[in-house]
């Protein structure tokens, strides 16, 4: 990280004991944000980022007993309109290079099986490749690797689903990171988010630090930059301001929940708006603004939000 940087901070510092997080509730109130100068000698950047890596375990912490606590009727329910809107979606049908997470229920992930079988399907899904994480150590390193049967897979120490490092043939599979054309969309797990595009990981800075290095890749090739997806359950978006981020924390591009497709960045706007121009589809699009969740359209078709670039 360099000490020349500005970036906005959520101080946990001096907020952590007013932190009870409530969800869906429109008076939420947020935490206080305070822009912190990178310089060496006004700021104590290791007391500081202990206490924003302190602040984020105990929103992990929090999280988890929240999802733990839903229905799994409902989350069987909320699985199903996430995945259905993304099949549905024109970006996701366009991509034809995808990594994405293969989902672990014991960690209330939302489920991606739908997805991953049509990736999967071959010609009849428009040729589509699919790249899915392999944890190689502990110290942050995944690698994103080609898989195309499905019982490739092994069980890695964290009971998540992963290629092995090589194919019954004694192949190994392709790294995304040596793979010829771009990825055009990464779908990615987490535990919380917000509608500004901040995501709260599990706390292993594997995605973190693989999608800087895939960013980094796609420039040196002048590759267009994947959109950067992420898939979330409707208890796990924030009121925005809550979780607190570093320099390392890549922002999402867009959010899926079961009240539809969030756009966040221009990249997203720009694809999602293709959406509106080319499909019936009714997908739910809200202001990245919006002051809470509770004040979504009710119908989907009161819902599509018209986007008016600033
Ligand atoms: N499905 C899936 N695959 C993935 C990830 C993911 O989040 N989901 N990863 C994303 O990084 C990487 C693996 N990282 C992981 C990091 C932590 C845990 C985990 O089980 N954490 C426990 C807490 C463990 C502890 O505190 O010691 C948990 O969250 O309950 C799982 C995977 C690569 N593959
Ligand atoms: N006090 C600390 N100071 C510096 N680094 C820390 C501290 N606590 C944790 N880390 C490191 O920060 C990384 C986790 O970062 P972060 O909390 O942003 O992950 P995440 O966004 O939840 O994870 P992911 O990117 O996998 O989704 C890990 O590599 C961890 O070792």
Redesign the pocket.
């Known amino acids: 990280m360099t000490m020349m940087m500005k970036q906005w901070y959520t101080r946990a510092t001096a907020t952590m004991a007013l932190v009870t997080l409530q969800f869906h509730r429109p008076s939420f109130s947020r935490l206080s944000q305070q822009r912190l100068t990178m310089t060496s000698n006004t700021t104590n950047y290791?007391d500081d980022?202990?206490a924003i890596?302190?602040h984020?375990r105990m929103l992990?912490t929090q999280v988890k007993k929240v999802l733990k606590a839903i229905e799994p009727s409902l989350r069987s329910q909320q699985d199903h309109d996430i995945q259905n809107i993304i099949l549905g979606a024109p970006w996701f049908k366009s991509s034809l290079r995808l990594c994405a997470y293969i989902s672990c229920s014991a960690l209330r992930e939302v489920d991606t099986s739908k997805l991953l079988s049509e990736i999967l399907k071959g010609p009849a899904s428009g040729g589509k490749k699919l790249y899915v994480p392999r944890v190689e150590d502990k110290?942050?390193h995944m690698r994103m690797l080609n898989i195309s049967p499905i019982d490739d897979l092994v069980v890695n120490s964290m009971d998540i689903l992963e290629p092995a490092p090589v194919d019954s043939d004694g192949n190994a599979p392709e790294d995304v990171m040596q793979a010829n054309d771009p990825v055009d969309l990464f779908l990615l797990?987490?535990?919380a988010f917000d509608r500004s595009g901040r995501?709260?990981?599990?706390?292993?800075?594997?995605?973190?630090?693989f999608?800087e290095n895939y960013q980094d890749l796609a420039k040196t090739r002048n590759w267009k930059q994947p959109l950067l997806v992420a898939l979330s359950y409707s208890e796990q978006i924030l009121e925005e301001g809550v979780i607190p981020?570093?320099p390392?924390?890549?922002p999402i591009d867009a959010l899926v929940s079961p009240e539809g497709v969030i756009p966040i960045s221009t990249a997203a706007f720009n694809r999602v708006s293709q959406v509106l121009a080319s499909s019936s589809i009714a997908s739910v699009l809200q202001p990245h603004n919006s002051s809470s969740i509770d004040s979504r359209p009710s119908s989907p078709v009161d819902a599509v939000y018209p986007f008016i670039p600033s």
């Open positions: 290791g980022l202990n890596f302190n984020k992990r110290n942050s797990p987490g535990l995501r709260l990981g599990r706390g292993g800075g594997y995605y973190d630090t999608l981020i570093t390392s924390d890549v």
